[in-house]
């Protein structure tokens, strides 16, 4: 995942932002103006700006140009304003911008203009390795009720046996003598955790993988107590 610097002086929309990014697994640094957004680009070289036009001391297309004239804009920038005109997002990204969002920002505006900024940025990477421990390779297709019980601590299909799993990379066990509740809740824990470690953490992804609205399923996922901090960490950077 990514580290994103928001820029923004209204409180609110930082938290906002703050909030579904990490969310999706990103680390977030957050300014209210563009002193506090030097400071943070140069203390920790984000490979993401989201950047505020209309700020009090200094607006972010004076600050983007700062940026491009002194050769600091290693980053892509994606501007954003709530009083934005065809004029300003023109002027923005002649300057280095890479999009301009609207505000009120839609959720899937946000995430769709941050991943496409990402992925034009990243140079290429190796494959990467197969999640949550499985060693040798990696089945992106593989059924649940065949996939290894370390993993997710699912029995085979057709064995009705208790399975426990005692693998470090599983921390529940599925068994099926249990009442039908346990058993269905114990069954869609380890569901969402594989699609989780399959995604690497994007909660976006999986909700479109699983076929949830992505508020019901995080809900979901809290109920279920699945640790959305461990799959974010998994992920890698």
Do not use: C
């Not at 190796?126 to 009720?145: H, K, Q, T, Y």
């Not at 114990?186 to 969402?192: D, G, L, P, V």
């Not at 976006?204 to 699983?210: D, P, S, W």
Request: charged share 25%; hydrophobic share 40%; aromatic share 4%.
């Amino acid at each position: 995942m990514a580290t994103i610097l928001v820029v923004d002086d209204e409180l609110g929309i930082r938290a906002l932002l703050s909030e579904i990014l990490s969310d999706e697994g990103h680390t977030i640094e957050l300014a209210e103006n563009a002193t506090q957004a030097r400071a943070v680009r140069e203390r920790m070289r984000p490979d993401l700006v989201l950047l505020d036009i209309w700020m009090p001391d200094v607006d972010g297309v004076t600050l983007l140009k700062e940026w491009g004239g002194a050769g600091l804009l290693t980053m892509p920038v994606i501007m954003m304003s709530g009083h934005g005109t065809i004029d300003t997002a023109v002027e923005a990204t002649k300057f280095g911008a890479v999009a301009f969002l609207e505000k009120p920002i839609t959720l899937q505006k946000l995430l769709r203009a941050v991943e496409q900024a990402l992925v034009k940025a990243a140079p290429p990477r190796p494959a990467p390795a197969a999640p949550l421990g499985i060693s040798g390779f990696a089945r992106p297709e593989l059924p649940l009720s065949s996939a290894p019980a370390g993993l997710h601590g699912l029995a085979p299909a057709g064995n009705h046996l208790p399975v426990a799993s005692n693998s470090p990379a599983s921390e529940q066990s599925f068994e099926l003598d249990r009442p039908l509740r346990e058993a269905r809740d114990a069954f869609e824990k380890s569901y969402f955790e594989f699609h989780l470690a399959k995604e690497n953490g994007s909660m976006t992804r999986v909700a479109e993988k699983t076929g949830l609205e992505r508020t019901h399923l995080y809900r979901k996922l809290k109920q279920l107590g699945v640790d959305l901090s461990r799959n974010k960490r998994g992920s890698g950077g």
